[in-house]
């Protein structure tokens, strides 16, 4: 079903797959890398403490030292002689009082850093127990002040008593501020060891996720686009070697299975093109063929005819000069008067007479074959001039319908419009001629023949057409030979319808013969140029 869809969507789809593997891949990474910072930033951030809380215990450890040394002058705390604090206590109170203020200014920038680590969100940025811990201290610090603020305080081993007793308390809780911190970092192994197990886990889940993702587009791309280009491209290769007759098979319904379905169709119509092609070519070589042969008879023709010509005019012109020669030696004396026609010399006169004109009839007859085979053989350009096709054909017609042996056979023509075409009259009327003689031979008694004469396609269309005997194959194939004849009466050369070709083929024109087969009679159509200028009267003649 999906390798069905539009190639579009296909690539929408590969496309839609790459963005998933990348945002899968992008997502861990930008994952891993936002906990790593917020890890590497809470340890700085808590680090960072460590400083400020040492600082603060030194500062509350020297506060004890100054109160121990008060503590250890109070033996010589009275009052001078003018009732004032001696020297040396005065100062150590002041010191205490600097350094009192000294850890106030500590803690208070202790107290800044964990204000800004309330944005952490983190375990490490839990700061409420050291926030207890800082009030206990402002608490202490607060109680240390006012204690102070007393002038005779240093002398008074009471205040100093209490004032050690806060010192002691406030060096505890400062000495708690790192262990909280060192609480917190011993948790934070634990946390960080699942959240990195997590991390691990998620990282090859996703990467296996990204590799399945690839796995499937690799797939996808494969099936949608390599393979059916695959298949394309062989099959492309296969017809331009010449396998024409391949036809690639895909059925994903896209715009690959159309652009296979559109080089089958052009493959199919180049195939038959090239076999039309090839079956033209046959035929222009058959008719080369024809060509030539004619050529090669037609040169043997006009060697044979010059040569057989001349012993024909010696044997005519002997037999004309015997035949009056033996005239005049059986001619009867004028003396006797006329011979009698039971005289035997007169008898044999006769009989001579006759086998003289036999031979002078039979000699004429011979040279009208070597003319035939002349006119067959001669080349180069004829006289043409525009001739009414329809008179010329209608002049033959009337000439056959005078000879005895084709008065019981029927030519039935009908003449349209008139049809002019540049033609050598008397060549024509030999093809004409030779094409209604072979029609009426074949013929049985009462046969047709009929005879059309019309423009079609810018010729002249000449149509004989008979039902008679009919011709098979073989006789179709040489039926324009030199020499070839399958007269019904036994008789003819073979050369009419070689030299119809040859003259027809002079014109420019063309001549073709068919035939149902045997006993299904005949149809030969010549094809001629017409006349440029009768053209368009044709034109206006037939849209009338």
Known sequence: MLSKWPIRVKLLVGLGLLVLLVAILSGSGLYTTYAYRGLVKSLSWRVSELPVAAELGRQVGELRIMLSELYGLRVASFPNADGGTPLQVRMIRDQFRAQLDETEETLANYRRQLERKVEAASHMADTEPEWETVHQIEAALARMHQANREHDWTLDAVSIGRLDTELANLQRLTADLPSHLHAKLGGFADEVRGQYRTLIVGTWITSISAALVFALFVQLSYRWIILPLRVLIEGSRKVASGQFGYRIHLDTRDEMSELAEALNDMTARFEAIRDDLDRQVQERTKQVVRSEQLASVGFLAAGVAHEI????????????????????????????????????????????????????????????????????????????????????????????????????????????????????????????????????????????????????????????????????????????????????????????????????????????????????????????????????????????
Do not use: W
């Open 309 to 544: 010509n001349n012993p024909l005019a010696a044997i005519a012109m002997c037999a004309e000069s015997l035949e009056s020669r033996i005239v005049e030696l059986l001619d009867p004396s004028p003396a006797t008067g006329n011979a009698d026609s039971d005289d035997p010399a007169s008898q044999q006169r006769a009989i001579i007479n006759n086998y003289l004109r036999t031979i002078q009839h039979e000699a004429f007859r011979c040279k009208e074959i070597t003319a035939k085979l002349l006119d067959f053989s001669r080349i180069g350009p004829v006289q043409r001039q525009d001739t009414e096709l329809g008179e010329l054909v209608q002049g033959v017609i009337e000439m056959l319908s005078h000879l005895g042996k084709y008065q019981r056979k029927k030519m039935q023509f009908v003449p349209a419009a008139p049809v002019f075409a540049p033609v050598n009259p008397q060549e024509i009327k030999q093809v004409v001629l030779n094409l209604l003689i072979n029609a009426l031979d074949s013929l049985d008694e009462e046969g047709l023949v009929r005879i059309g004469l019309e423009p079609r396609h810018g010729m002249a269309e000449l149509t004989v057409a008979d039902n008679g005997c009919g011709m098979d194959a073989l006789v179709l194939k040489h039926l324009f030979e030199p020499f070839f004849t399958r007269s019904r009466a036994g008789q003819g050369t073979g050369l009419g319808l070689s030299i119809s070709y040859r003259i027809v083929a002079d014109h420019g024109g063309e001549i073709e013969a068919q035939s149902a087969g045997p006993g299904q009679g005949s149809t030969f159509r010549v094809r001629l140029p017409l006349t440029a200028t009768s053209q368009p009267m044709h034109a206006q003649l037939q849209a009338a």
